[in-house]
Structure formats: C-alpha cells, structure tokens
C-alpha cells in the first residue's frame, strides 16, 4: 500500500463546478497535513495547511479525518486558472525535529469554459 | 525577493558524466532537501540537510552526492552510477522543526545525452 494514495483523474469540471480532491494515508503518527498545487512541468507550491478542525481559504476548503486517515480539497466555483495537478502530502514529524514529507502522485484537475 | 533559486533549468548529461545542480535560498532556512520527480509520480526524497555541514540520505540517495557547506548552498551532484538519471529535480526548504511546509525552487530537468 502506497503511504499516501490519490486518485489520479483527471478530472474535467465546467467553470463554476465543485469539486472535491480525496486522499487517504497509511502512517497513523503522521501529524500535519497540506495540499500542494503544480502546474505543468512547475515547482509544487503551498495551497494550504490541513488543520484538525477543518479550514477554509476562500473557495478552498480542506478536511481533515484522523480517525479514517483522510484528508479532503473541496473547490467552488471553479475557475480555468484552477487547472493544475493537486498533490496531497503528509508530514511524518520523524525524530530530531526533521519533517519528512511524503507527497502522493497528485490529482490532475482540468477547468474547461 | 526571497526565495530559492535552481541552475540550470535544463541539463543535459553525457554517459559516464557528473553533473553539478546548484541549489541557492536567501530564506535563512536551515533545512534544505532534493527530490525527484518521474512522470506520474510523486517526489522522491534524494538528500535532506538539517544544519551546516550535515546531511542525511533519503529514500533514493545511491548514485548522488550532496555537500552543505553553507547556509544558503545545498548542490546536488548527479554521478555516473545513477543509470536512470532522466527527471526533474526539485530543491527545497524549510524552517527547522516539525509541522512545517516545505518551499520549493522552480526545478531542473536533466536528460541523458
């Protein structure tokens, strides 16, 4: 089993739709949580830190489920601009203080007119 | 600006060649780390470095070299026992400690010649 799993897509939405992004983990120690944007042959780039109780920046959401190992990107009102690869990764918080980030394979998400 | 800058954005290696990636931050970061990434897949840890003068492998170190003899500099040398060398390389950073994201510089591409 992969340490952290996404469905691959793509996903093809309309302007304007929701979607939403799952990701599971296998690491049950692992303590933080965000989700990463990359754009086509780009550098991944912070689109947020996942928190325990759930966080909203603008029309970006993300959930967090400890118990079944879980996390979730909600995305409303889709724009063209929103059309990139979506890589979920885990922070495995290992010992010394070091944070070793496992990424998953991304989900790629296509925003057509 | 601060940020982390990656040369060149484009390599190409001869069979039996080493080849040198630079790797520069101006964050005052103290954790720096490489990664590559294959089509379809996640990044992959290569090196990571938590303090000056000290670095520890990842999960596909063999075939690559690293030195950290500044702050700032983390370069990554590419040898001629790495057989499958063709990928982008990802050079990032962080603040020290646990729960922190990780920023990323904008990458290289290497091929085999």
């Known amino acids: 089993r992969k340490e952290v799993e996404q469905d691959p897509g793509p996903f093809n939405v309309p302007e304007g739709a929701t979607v939403a992004f799952n990701c599971t983990y296998s690491?049950?120690?692992?303590?933080?949580f965000f989700w990463y944007r990359q754009d086509c042959r780009k550098e991944p780039k912070l689109l947020m830190s996942?928190?325990?109780s759930g966080n909203e920046d603008g029309r970006f959401t993300a959930q967090l489920n400890r118990a079944s190992q879980y996390i979730s990107l909600l995305i409303r009102d889709s724009k063209l601009s929103d059309s990139a690869t979506y890589l979920c990764?885990?922070?495995?918080?290992?010992?010394?203080?070091?944070?070793?980030?496992?990424f998953g394979a991304g989900t790629r998400l296509a925003v057509h007119p | 600006d601060g940020g982390i800058t990656q040369s060149p954005k484009y390599l190409f290696r001869k069979e039996g060649q080493n080849v040198t990636l630079s790797c520069e931050q101006n964050?005052?970061?103290?954790?720096m780390y490489w990664y590559r990434q294959d089509p379809g897949q996640g990044l992959r840890l290569i090196y990571y470095?938590?303090?000056?003068?000290?670095?520890q492998k990842g999960d596909i170190a063999e075939g690559y070299s690293v030195s950290r003899e500044k702050k700032e500099s983390f370069p990554l040398t590419v040898t001629s026992a790495q057989k499958n060398p063709t990928a982008f390389y990802l050079c990032?950073?962080?603040?020290?400690?646990?729960?922190?994201?990780?920023?990323f510089g904008d990458g290289t591409r290497l091929s085999i010649l």
């Open positions: 990032a950073s962080s603040i020290e400690g646990s729960n922190q994201p990780q920023h």
């Open positions: 690491n049950s120690a692992s303590q933080s």
């Open positions: 996942v928190y325990s």
């Open positions: 990764v885990v922070d495995l918080s290992l010992s010394g203080g070091y944070n070793k980030l496992i």
């Open positions: 964050l005052n970061h103290d954790a």
């Open positions: 470095s938590q303090i000056v003068n000290d670095f």
